[in-house]
């Protein structure tokens, strides 16, 4: 029996207190069982996770856990229909002071987000039930790191699909003076009907704050943020630009552009030899018009990138129309 094959009928009995078990179907005390960890049901004997009221929001499933918070899809009883992503903090740091600044800090920046296509609402925040806590609109989606795995790489005319959509966001968040600084694919959400979705506002940074920032606190994938994080030398638009770069990368190759080895090499700060002894043979395999655009967004040096995400877009949209157009000449050729 699924936990959740009916929503109302779920809501209620999560409000009395109770749960179903997802194996078995029976219906369990939660005051029996912790809160948001696995743990074994008495009648089954199969492992089960415990959801957890906080607010107004049922935490039933567990989307993702990372060492600065943990995020649950939900559902709240004023709204039963409707799914939400609700972020808490780790388990064993709720009441780290540098994390409640952090979880403090992304409420304000996804305040300021709000109303974007491809960036999820906030829908509440706040401390209740001896939890802080931020919840957003649910995109029910494919992460994109999970779909390259399952697909092996993207087409490239999904992949600019996909870019476009994210460079809108990004955009969106410059023009509300931030630097959004996290793109890498495990923060991307890819829907059937509405394409891409950017989350995670975990260390966006004001954008005056960025280009004056010295590196002193490093964070992010070293696979995808610009080398200049590491190298103190503050950020920009075209830092920006870098990693949607490198995202897109890996989306029309299927790995990424830097491997174990060279990702050592840049926490290391050997970020320049990491650059060229790439320059030559990792674009050879791509569509020529793709890879040119992917490499101008990738250049060590800053002033060599795009300097702004018009000019990004300007060349995607020129890449995507000459492919739908040499199709269409194809297909009337044939």
Known sequence: MALFTKKSNTIEVLEQGT??????????????????????????????????????FFLVEPI??????????????????QKFAVKILPRNRKDDPNLLQQLQEEVEVS???????????????????????????????????????RLGQLSVDEAILVGLRLLGAVAHVFSRGYLFRDMKPENVIITDDEG??????????????ADSDQGDTIMGSPIYFPPERILGEGERACSEIYSLGMVLYYAVKG?????????????????????????????KELDPQ????????????????YQSFIQVEHDLLRVL?????????KSLTS
């Open 19 to 56: 749960f179903y078990c997802s194996e078995c179907g029976r219906l369990l005390q939660m005051a029996e069982y912790n809160a948001l960890v696995a743990n074994t049901c008495q009648f089954c004997n199969k492992t089960i996770f415990t959801p957890q009221k906080i607010g107004r």
């Open 64 to 81: 993702a856990v990372g060492g600065m918070g943990s995020v649950y899809r939900a559902y709240s009883a004023n709204n039963p229909d």
């Open 111 to 149: 305040t300021q987000l709000k109303s974007h296509v491809s960036i999820a609402n906030i829908v509440a925040a706040g401390y209740e039930d001896d939890e802080h806590y931020l919840a957003m609109e649910y995109i029910d989606g494919e992460r994109l790191d999970q779909r390259i795995q």
């Open 196 to 209: 891409a979705f950017l989350f995670d506002f975990g260390i966006c940074m004001r954008i005056e704050d």
């Open 255 to 283: 790995e990424n552009y830097f491997t174990s080895k060279e990702v050592m090499a840049i926490a290391r700060q050997h970020v320049r030899h990491a650059r060229l002894s790439n320059l030559e043979h990792k674009m």
């Open 290 to 305: 793709i890879a040119a655009v992917i490499d101008k967004m990738i250049r060590r040096e800053m002033d060599k990138r």
């Open 321 to 329: 129309r000459h492919r739908i157009q040499y199709k269409d000449d």
